[in-house]
């Protein structure tokens, strides 16, 4: 189950020292859901398919520039 941290570049660099985090991790994702497919639910479980992990954090951070 895959997450993404970051769309905003600046906050990568700033709280995970890396550039270009938002690329990547979306071509990642990507070739997930292209392996897998969409999500299959059979009987209230999931079977098959991809599901991502969205973290909302308090006051939008670090979502958003400070």
Do not use: F
């Amino acid at each position: 189950m895959p997450d993404i941290k970051y769309v905003d570049e600046a906050m990568a660099r700033k709280y995970s020292l890396v550039t270009d985090y938002y690329a990547v991790a979306k071509a990642a994702v990507k070739e997930m859901h292209r392996q897998v497919g969409d999500l299959l639910v059979e009987d209230d479980v999931a079977v098959r398919g991809l599901i991502i992990r969205h973290l909302v954090l308090p006051d939008g951070w670090p979502a958003r520039p400070r």
